[in-house]
């Protein structure tokens, strides 16, 4: 099942309303990034100058530009998946109805309202941070496994993702049951593992949604 809705995802991403929504999605993403990178680098900044860091000023400014980008690429790794579909939790109604009214046009869906999708993209964004600053030291430990870090991080992002996903469509459909544990972690598996290529990552949020719809609803095309 979780295949099929994958394979029926894909071309979803191509739909203008999933163009329309990855396209706010990756410009508010770079937004927030840019707001934090420059944050950080006024604080580094003043930092600085407080305590008189720096043997001078073309130095002190290359420190400040380095601590500033060792801790975007930490942020990055962190929060890159994160805000991407917090971002996209707050959209996501336009692509979950175009999916519905395309392949669903009989299933009748129940809004779910603007404060609903920002009380579920702060949700998500809270879980994914926590859980994945709680497992840290564990992501510390396992990096002389070789694989056992990377094994941690899918595992658990799975389920958080695979939580989000679910937490995108389900609440449309009460009358529906929801869909399995152990669904919910493998559509979660998928994403996550695509939030780890390049570029592709960038499709990751439209795509996972996509998927959902398809998880839920395609089961009640089979009954």
């Known amino acids: 099942m979780v295949l099929t809705a994958a394979l029926r995802a894909f071309p979803s991403i191509f739909h203008g ?3 329309r929504l990855m396209g706010k999605t990756i410009v508010l993403t770079l937004l927030l990034f840019a707001l934090l990178a420059a944050a950080l680098w006024a604080g580094f ?3 600085r100058l407080y305590f008189g860091w720096g043997g001078g000023e073309s130095w002190g400014a290359y420190g400040e530009a ?3 980008l060792l801790v975007m690429v930490a942020a990055g790794w962190l929060l890159f998946r994160a805000t991407a579909m917090a971002v996209m939790g707050l959209f996501a109604d336009d692509i979950i109805e175009a999916i ?4 669903y046009p009989h299933v009748t869906a129940r809004p ?3 404060a609903r999708s920002l009380r579920f993209a702060l949700a998500s964004v809270g879980r994914t941070i926590g859980w994945n600053i709680v497992a840290l030291p564990a992501y510390v430990l396992l990096l002389v496994t070789g694989i056992g ?3 941690l991080f899918l595992a658990l992002n799975a389920y958080l993702l695979g939580r989000d996903m679910a937490d995108m469509v389900e609440p449309r459909h009460p009358a529906l049951p929801p869909l399995s544990r152990s669904g919910r972690w493998l559509m979660g598996l ?3 593992l695509l939030f780890l290529v390049p570029v592709a990552n960038l499709l990751a949020p439209i795509f996972s949604a996509a998927m959902a719809v398809h998880m839920l609803l395609g089961r009640k095309t089979k009954s």
């Open 17 to 19: 309303a999933a163009l």
């Open 66 to 68: 380095t601590a500033t």
């Open 149 to 151: 870090t990377i094994g």
């Open 100 to 103: 519905e009214q395309e392949d």
């Open 45 to 47: 900044h003043a930092l």
């Open 112 to 114: 779910v309202g603007w």
């Open 190 to 192: 998928v994403s996550a």
